[in-house]
């Protein structure tokens, strides 16, 4: 492998590599995060959260870290706020996955396809940067075959590309070696991240572990016995290839889709001609046509099937076959749907479509069919081209009266006579058959279709936006106000007929049900799956009252994303869609790896059913296997003396067996740590597990345990993506967890991490903020050594003066507004707030008092708390400030949250007031010593030295605005929400409209001159009070500038030939007299400058 060369010099990572080593290593001899329940009697503040144990299938990447940096981050903040914090994680390996791709290698190796075909050989080479090189983005370099065969094309290639070396690839055709090889590496990087996890609570997930396999059958029998699952033969996404439904967890793509029922709607064929006539005998022919809607059979005109394509022959449009079927009977549809069919019991042999005899659409086409329900004794099969062959069957019933796709597709051969020409199609095939009217919806009559094509101008089945706006609204409004007008539901609403006659259909022989992929599924054992109709063990999810609990929960939970006065959460609405289209969850497998069903042992539990409630699990995992996952060495307690009663005892608040072995004050042990930490306060989690997992979670919680035990919050984000762009191994695009801590540095890489965003949206990890963060956390550490170790040179004494009195101010301000970040878990706000608004302030300060000195106390403060306020995001250079540079005893972690009086906001202001000044001052010295060149019909300005700057103030509003304020203050009210009454903003103009200065504009000008004006002052009111709403600002502007000359001075120095400010304070009765015009313009907070040679 070619030289690894460093693209940069890491000096000052490695530095902080240094720090962060040490720093952990503190930590692990302090047993930190190993924490217990406090003793009877004994009051402690607990916070516990929890985090999705991640498939153990691969290493970690830096879309887990993102996902568990936002537990870690609020963690670390309780613990840091004084209460007892509980992190535990443990690791997922149940289910068909791991398996797949174990079988997957051993077939490769098998088949001798390594090296040459399995193993295109796929280097990843850390290099230099050239110029054409960018180093935000991560690429792997590829031989051709790799080029060729596509990225991740073997389980090989995929094995390499994670990184295990080449000679142990082998190892891993056995799926045992995965749960071994896996685990251990997510716990090191995990250590290495600096999460405050407890490990002696953590375990592994199967029968692998025998107490978590134990606890997983106490929680099935228990929900078995209150009634929750069931057997039942139901339809389930399965693949043919594992033999067993496939769940979320067990594919490559699909995640979320379900199964769709259709109706298939048996169409006698009259006459077996063509090609067909090899049927002749074998049994009655139908088209099997797919629908929706079987109670618009009554308005069926013809059917439609698919020609084929002749610019593609080889493509599947247009081909169909005919296959045999229960009862003798031979249906026609397409191959895909027959894979599907022959699953649900509609076939002889299950698991088998045998085909009879391969169709095109043109051998269909003109073929005379019966149809159930149709009004017409005979219909024909005429051509459709815009029907898809990967939905349904390729078979289409027509009913153009309520589908405009229908109606304007035969249309289109009614006007077209070459269009039926093309097909064969004869004039009594298509013209005797007029529209049926069969529903009746308010507002668009018996023909909604008709009517909807006529009022859209559709002119052909082309017209596809325009069919596409037909259909929904004719389907919405059908469904939810049309009534019936004939066969036997006539006169009943739609939404209660459909099902009534798909029954009756199905009941009389003359329609089956059938079930296909909502969306195409693929296994991650490379399978295309199908719906089958399984006999299975099923969790009843969506059960009326089950559902109901579930949705008490979600009302009594804390929402990080709530806004508004509503409270509304993107994150429970999602929640609430999910509740509302959950149902019977298929819980049991035949393969893979997991936890056997405890009534059923031919069946192993599923990989989403064993991850609901194992949070519980963490209360107790240390005291049974002390700190070992695989629970391989023996605890103090035999799990075979683990009974359902002993659970219960635990879990519950049962009886405590009189029987059991198991020491009476261990089991008092684990039902106290379980009393204590339960419920948990914080589950974190990516928002793809809404639809399943989390919503599972609900369920089993409510089902096991009352509202004292339910979930206090749940967190979710979005995905994270590297640089602007998806994650991805197959672009190199990507970086493991071990990778983004090699490169940054734990620090570096947790700050961006909490940059990278906080709401439901994908977040985004940038390289360079990582990167500008080493150099920062850097910096931080060299200014905190260098300043402390020149306190002597420093005033003595409380702050005194005003950049004092700011820079405290500040420092109270940045603990406030940091501290409801955490609380919000909004962690770029913390960062912003407590690192780079407080350093900015800071920098201000060294810049006011470069002449004066800085004052010992407020030094030794700010870096005190700059330490604690990043402590949670940045915990290894916080430790080390902490300890080597303050001195500081005990650890930062544990330390306590800053103490600071509530801010003061005029101060506040007046900080924010100055640093605004500097841009007009720059901007104005550099116009005036510029010159410009003029404005149109104006002589050109010519360049001048100046040297002065006069600031101009004013003392007080007048004129309208003095009005509107005096309005604002009679309106404010602490109590509100908002602190005003709704739109104020109108209030106010009504009030002001009258005055001189207003009075002259036009009326289209008056909303944009009076609306900023009152948001401005609103909001600082909503900030600062009422005493904001005084027609006088709430500092003295003159003053306040008189105090910040000489720091403006120095923080705008590059402004060569500017010496001096002089500040000149008017009041607001002398404006109207002042000398120079353009001091009349000056406003409170906006003052004129003029500057002088």
């Not at 153009?400 to 093309?422: G, H, I, M």
């Not at 259909?505 to 296909?516: K, S």
């Not at 195409?520 to 719906?531: G, I, L, N, Q």
């Not at 040179?793 to 702050?799: A, E, F, L, T, V």
């Amino acid at each position: 492998m070619a030289e690894v060369t460093e693209p940069y010099n890491t000096a000052k990572r490695d530095f902080l590599v240094k720090i962060q080593e040490s720093s952990q290593k503190k930590w692990e001899e302090a047993k930190l995060f190993e924490v217990d329940a406090p003793s009877e009697g004994e009051t402690v503040e607990k916070f516990f959260g929890n985090f999705p144990y991640p498939y153990m299938n691969g290493l970690l990447h830096l879309g887990h870290a993102f996902s568990l940096s936002k537990l870690e981050f609020a963690s670390a903040y309780h613990r840091l706020s004084g209460k007892r914090v509980l992190f535990p994680q443990a690791f997922h390996l149940t289910g068909m996955p791991i398996k797949a791709c174990a079988d997957k290698l051993k077939g490769e190796i098998e088949r001798a396809q390594a090296p040459e075909e399995a193993k295109p050989v796929v280097a990843v080479v850390a290099k230099a940067p050239t110029e054409r090189d960018d180093p935000s983005k991560f690429t792997g370099k590829k031989s051709k075959a790799a080029a060729k065969t596509g990225p991740g094309n073997t389980q090989w290639e995929i094995m390499r590309m994670s990184g295990i070396p080449e000679e142990d690839i082998p190892k891993f055709a056995d799926a045992k070696h995965w749960l071994q090889y896996f685990p251990p590496l997510a716990v090191r990087d995990i250590k290495a991240m600096g999460c405050g996890v407890d490990w002696r609570r953590s375990f592994v997930t199967t029968d692998l572990n025998k107490y978590y396999d134990s606890f997983i059958q106490w929680q099935f029998w228990t929900l078995y016995s209150k009634g929750k699952i069931v057997k039942d033969k139901r339809y389930s996404v399965y693949s043919p290839k594992d033999g067993q439904p496939c769940a979320d967890h067990d594919r490559a793509t699909g995640e979320g889709v379900g199964p769709q029922e259709y109706t298939l709607v048996k169409m006698k064929v009259l006459e077996l001609r063509g090609i067909l006539a090899a049927l002749e005998g074998q049994g009655d022919v139908f088209l099997m046509a797919a629908t929706l809607r079987p109670e618009t059979m009554y308005g069926q005109t013809n059917a439609w099937v698919r020609p084929s394509d002749p610019k593609n022959p080889d493509s599947e449009v247009g081909k169909y076959a005919a296959f045999r079927a229960k009862n003798g009977e031979i249906f026609v549809l397409t191959a895909r749907a027959a894979r599907n069919m022959c699953f649900q019991d509609l076939t002889p042999e299950n698991g088998v479509a045998e085909k009879l005899l391969d169709l095109t659409g043109e051998d269909l086409l003109g073929l005379p069919l019966r149809s159930p329900r149709a009004t017409h004794e005979r219909i024909y099969v005429l051509p459709l081209l815009t029907i898809k062959m990967d939905k349904g069957t390729g078979v289409v019933t027509s009913v153009p009266s309520d589908s405009p796709d229908d109606y304007a597709a035969l249309q289109d051969l009614v006007k077209k006579p070459k269009l039926r020409e093309l097909y064969s199609i004869t004039d009594e095939m298509v013209l005797p058959y007029q529209v049926i009217p069969i529903i009746d919806i308010p507002g668009l009559g018996d023909l909604a279709a008709v009517k909807l094509c006529t009022d859209l101008k559709v002119q052909s089945q082309n017209d596809t936006e325009k069919l596409a706006k037909a259909k929904a609204e004719c389907y919405r409004r059908g469904f939810d106000s049309g009534v019936m007008l004939v066969g036997t539901y006539a006169g009943k609403p739609v939404k209660e007929a459909k099902d009534l006659e798909k029954a009756d259909l199905i009941r009389a022989g003359d329609a089956v049900p059938y079930a296909e992929p909502e969306n195409p599924v693929r296994s991650r054992s490379d399978d295309d799956c199908v719906v089958a109709l399984t006999d299975q063990w099923y969790i009843i999810y969506g059960e009326e009252e089950w559902r109901a609990a579930a949705q008490s929960c979600l009302e009594q939970m804390h929402w990080y994303d709530a806004s508004g006065p509503s409270g509304d959460s993107i994150t429970k609405g999602q929640f609430e869609h999910t509740l509302g289209w959950l149902n019977q969850w298929a819980c049991s497998r035949s393969f893979g790896l997991g936890t056997l069903l405890p009534w059923d042992p031919e069946y192993l539990i599923e990989s989403l059913s064993d991850s609901t409630i194992y949070m519980a699990y963490y209360t107790v995992a240390h005291l049974l296997h002390e700190g070992d996952m695989y629970a391989v060495r023996s605890g103090p307690v035999d799990v075979r003396d683990l009974t359902n009663e002993v659970w219960n005892y635990i879990f519950l608040g049962g009886e405590l067996p009189r029987d059991t072995p198991i020491p009476r004050d261990l089991l008092a042990r684990a039902r106290r740590e379980f009393e204590f930490w339960y419920p948990f306060d914080l589950r974190v989690s990516g928002k793809d597990l809404i639809q399943n997992h989390l919503t599972f979670a609900l369920y089993t919680h409510v089902a096991l345990w009352g509202p004292d035990k339910w979930p206090r919050s749940f967190r979710c984000n979005g995905h994270l993506q590297l640089n602007n762009a998806k994650m991805s191994k197959s672009t190199g695009n990507f970086k493991t967890m071990e990778q983004a801590i090699l490169e940054y540095g734990a620090d570096a890489m947790r700050i961006g991490l909490a940059n990278a965003g906080d709401t439901m949206d994908d977040a985004n990890f940038e390289h360079d903020t990582a990167n500008q963060a080493i150099l920062k956390l850097y910096r931080q550490v060299e200014w905190a050594e260098e300043v402390l170790a020149a306190t002597q040179g420093m005033r003595d004494g409380p702050p005194a003066t005003f950049w004092d009195r700011v820079f405290e101010n500040e420092i109270n301000a940045a603990v406030h507004r940091t501290k409801a970040a955490y609380d919000d878990m909004n962690f770029r706000d913390v960062v912003l707030a407590g690192w780079y608004a407080l350093s900015n302030a800071r920098d201000a300060y060294l810049v006011a008092c470069a002449v004066e000195g800085l004052n010992r106390e407020l030094i030794l403060r700010f870096v005190e708390v700059a330490a604690l306020l990043v402590a949670p995001i940045a915990p290894h250079t916080s430790e080390y400030i902490w300890g080597d540079v303050l001195k500081r005893e005990g650890l930062i972690l544990t330390a306590g949250w800053p103490a600071a009086p509530q801010p003061d906001f005029v101060l506040q202001e007046a900080y924010r007031y100055v640093e605004k000044m500097k841009k007009p001052i720059k901007d104005g010295f550099e116009k005036a010593a510029g010159g410009s060149a003029g404005k149109k019909g104006q002589p050109a300005v010519p360049a001048s030295p100046v040297a002065h700057a006069h600031i101009h103030v004013v003392d007080r509003f007048g004129g309208w605005k003095a009005r509107a304020l005096q309005v604002l203050a009679g309106l404010y009210d602490a109590s509100l929400p908002d602190c005003f009454p709704a739109k104020p903003n109108e209030t106010v103009l009504s009030a002001v409209a009258g005055e001189p200065e207003l009075t002259a504009l036009p009326p289209k000008q008056l909303r944009p001159t009076v609306f900023p004006f009152v948001a401005y002052k609103t909001k600082q009111a909503k900030e600062g009070g009422k005493e904001v709403l005084s027609v006088k600002l709430p500092f003295d502007e003159a003053q306040v500038l008189e105090a910040s000359t000489g720091y403006i001075l120095r923080a705008l120095q590059e402004l060569k030939g500017l010496q001096s400010i002089t500040i000149h304070k008017l009041a607001f009765d002398e404006l109207a007299t002042a000398g120079d015009e353009r001091v009349r313009a000056a406003l409170p907070g906006e003052p004129v400058i003029v500057f002088t040679a």
